[in-house]
């Protein structure tokens, strides 16, 4: 029952469902829907005016029928019922968007009419139209110009209008500077003097043919010439590459493109033909004797036992040797010996004092007139000995001992025979000596059966035994065979045998050495445990320089003595004088509290005074101001002078005038007599503590002050 109240329902609220009155029969489709997405209809007429979808009745229980009704400007496709938009024509290039509105492909536009979808090309197409995208078509009777796409030109009657312009009518008309060559059919440049040998290759421009170059002759007009490469020397260029010789020159080895060279009847030898029927010889050779055409090599320095084969070089002649480049000596097979020289081919002759060897024909040997006894022949008239010999004479040789032989006669080489009562010494053989029966203790055998005691022994008898003895008494030493020998650590005073003296390696410095490497220092000087050496003392110590010996003080580069009763202090010294001001360092003046330097001065110091004086006065010292002095006025007050000070005035002008000169003087006596000891200042050269200048003040004689070394 629920079922057909609700289909009940639905069906009178649906008027729609008379569709026959509506003025188009829709085709309608099922679908499931529910009442909710029903819409409603006009209820003043039986359909609706909306387009779209509507549901107009019932089919079954929930399922109702869809109808589509189109919008104005679509229209329905009958294959499936769908609106699509209306377009007049969009063309190939596009799609219809909306009623009347296309929607172009790329390389289309729709600019012009929205409705229509022309192509589009980038550059304009002059006498044609825009068939697609960038691509145009000429009109009729049009073609394109060249390798143009875009610009069409009218087509000519003729096959070729290059260098011209299409007339309308098909004719081509020739421009400027060509004329029309009716054989060619075609326009060609105009070259109204056109030159032999050349093109015409635009208007009054000529190129010549290949092989041919143009200039300009005195005429000015321009001429195309043969090229010749070698520029044909000794000729002229008649065609590319072809050269015609002058009388007595031919081609240059027959050939017409080369240049040509002189011809000589006959051909020159060792020689270059210069000019015709003219040789010029080769650098080493001269021309021969009576011929004009032959040149023969040349050797300056000649060739002794040769000819000259080539400039400056000789052949040997048969039989002989090249020595140098120039002389040939003869030639013997085999070699002749060091003693002989080979002086014609194949003949060997012995040197000067020399004589062939027996059987031999090349060897040589030097010859002695007397024979050498102990030993040969080694050169003409002298004899060498043989190995152990020595020579007494030219022609005699006795035994010889490396050494010489004591007591003993050299026997044979190396080997010595002892006299009676000798014999050969242990371990030396060139020796000999005294043989005693009784050995000698400090003492050495002298000759035979007698000893002789050794310096610092003496016999004892009467045992006879040697026993020390020294003559002095030995100090730091000790007494060994006659001599005193020093002790370790000394070693014996120079001048003397008894006496040693302590050594200390290095030496003392500034001291004595009192014990083996051990020092004792001098008065005034102490010891710095350092190397042996002892450095002077100055009490008290030197300030701003050295101590240079005991008590005696050198100072510092920049610094002098100025106390003589303080000789330890050394004080800076300042070329200009300080003026309210201490001079603490060399050439620097340092003003005094209170004080500042003036501008234009690095030595003269002015008070400071921290508030101006008042008018009046000035700053006489350190925050202290002082007033002026001022004249007093005339006792009428009137300001003018009175009698008692204009007569102090003319007083005070006299003191002036006499005192200004002595001011002057002094002043350049000080100057000078400052020039004066700047000139004996010393320099005292040191490595460690630079320069010391010396006081410029004059001292006692007895209280001069000692400069270093």
């Known amino acids: 029952m629920l079922r057909l109240l609700i289909i009940g329902l639905i069906s009178s609220l649906l008027i729609c469902l008379q569709i026959d009155a509506c003025t188009e029969r829709i085709p309608t489709m099922k679908m499931k829907v529910s009442l909710i997405t029903m819409r409603k209809h006009n209820s003043s007429s039986n359909c609706t005016t909306d387009c779209g979808q509507l549901v107009v ?29 209306k377009c007049h024509d969009c063309g190939v290039g596009g799609k219809c968007l909306s009623p009347e509105v296309c929607l172009c492909d790329a390389g289309y536009s729709n600019r012009d009419n929205r409705s229509v ?20 078509q000429c009109a009729n009777n049009y073609r394109f110009l060249n390798n143009s796409l875009s610009v069409c030109l009218p087509i000519c009657k003729s096959s070729d209008c290059t260098n011209g312009i299409c007339q309308e009518d098909g004719s081509c008309l020739c421009r400027r500077g060509y004329r029309r060559n009716e054989t060619l059919d075609k326009c060609v440049p105009n070259c109204p003097n056109l030159s032999e040998h050349s093109d015409c290759i635009a208007p009054n421009e000529q190129r010549c043919h290949d092989g041919y170059e143009g200039h300009w002759d005195q005429e000015q007009n321009y001429r195309c010439e043969p090229i010749c490469s070698s520029g044909c020397p000794n000729g002229r260029c008649l065609e590319p590459e072809h050269c015609a010789c002058n009388v007595g020159f031919g081609h240059v080895g027959n050939h017409i493109e080369a240049g040509c060279e002189p011809i000589c009847q006959p051909a020159c030898i060792n020689g270059t033909c210069a000019a015709p029927n003219h040789c010029l010889c080769q650098p080493g050779h001269v021309p021969t004797n009576g011929s004009q055409h032959i040149c023969t090599p040349s050797c300056r320095q000649g060739c002794e036992n040769g000819v000259c084969s080539a400039p400056g070089e000789c052949a040997c002649n048969e039989g002989y040797k090249k020595l140098t480049p120039h002389r040939c000596t003869p030639s013997c097979e085999p070699q002749c010996g060091v003693n002989a020289r080979c002086t014609a081919p194949n003949i060997c002759s012995c040197h000067e004092g020399f004589v062939m060897a027996n059987g031999s024909s090349i060897h040589c040997e030097p010859h002695c007139s007397k024979q050498c006894y102990n030993g040969i022949c080694s050169n003409p008239e002298v004899c060498s000995c043989l190995s152990g010999y020595e020579a007494i004479s030219p022609y ?15 026997a044979a080489p190396n080997v010595c025979r002892c006299f009676n009562g000798y014999r050969p010494r242990a371990h030396d053989p060139y020796v000999c000596e005294p043989i005693c029966s009784e050995p000698c ?91 042996y050496e002892c450095t002077p003392v100055c009490r008290p110590s030197c300030q701003n320089g050295r101590c240079k010996a005991p008590g005696r003080c050198v100072c510092n580069e ?30 620097e003046c340092v003003c005094m509290p209170g004080y500042s330097f003036i501008s234009i001065s690095s030595s003269e110091c002015s008070p400071d005074c921290s508030e101006p004086c008042e008018k009046g006065s000035y700053c006489a010292a350190p925050e202290t101001c002082k007033r002026l002095t001022y004249r007093a006025l005339s006792s009428d ?47 005292i050269e040191n490595p460690s503590y630079g320069v010391c200048v010396a006081n410029t003040e004059e001292l006692p004689a007895d209280q001069q002050i000692e400069l270093g070394d």
Request: include cysteine; glycine fraction near 8%.
């Open 117 to 136: 979808c022309a192509p589009v090309c980038s550059e304009p197409c002059v006498n044609g139209n825009c068939i697609a995208p960038d691509v145009c």
């Open 637 to 683: 007050g009137t300001g003018g002078f009175s009698k008692w000070s204009k007569l102090g005035l003319t007083a005070l002008l006299c003191v002036l005038l006499v005192m200004l000169p002595v001011i002057l003087t002094r002043e350049y006596l000080q100057r000078r007599q400052s020039r004066k000891d700047k000139q004996r200042v010393h320099l």
């Open 558 to 587: 920049g610094y002098m003595l100025y106390n003589t009763s303080a000789l330890h202090l050394c004080h800076a010294a300042c070329q200009e004088r300080c003026i309210n001001a201490e001079c603490l360092r060399p050439n």
């Open 396 to 410: 005699y040789c006795v035994a010889k001992c490396s050494h010489s032989c004591v007591f003993g006669t050299c």
């Open 57 to 85: 009745r019932p089919i079954k229980e929930t399922y109702m029928s869809i109808e589509d009704v189109c919008c104005e400007g679509y229209e329905r496709k009958e294959e499936n019922g769908v609106c699509l938009p």
């Open 441 to 531: 203790n400090h003492g050495r055998c002298i000759a035979p059966e007698i000893c002789e005691c050794e310096p610092g022994y003496a016999k004892r008898w009467p045992s006879g035994s040697c026993e020390p003895h020294c003559t002095q008494k030995c100090i730091n030493s000790r007494c060994d065979g006659g001599r005193c020998r020093c002790y370790e650590g000394y070693r014996l005073r120079d001048g003397s045998t008894s006496i040693c003296d302590p050594v200390c390696s290095p030496s003392c410095i500034n001291g004595e050495c009192v014990e083996p490497n051990s020092c004792k220092c001098w008065p005034g000087y102490e010891d710095t445990k350092l190397f």
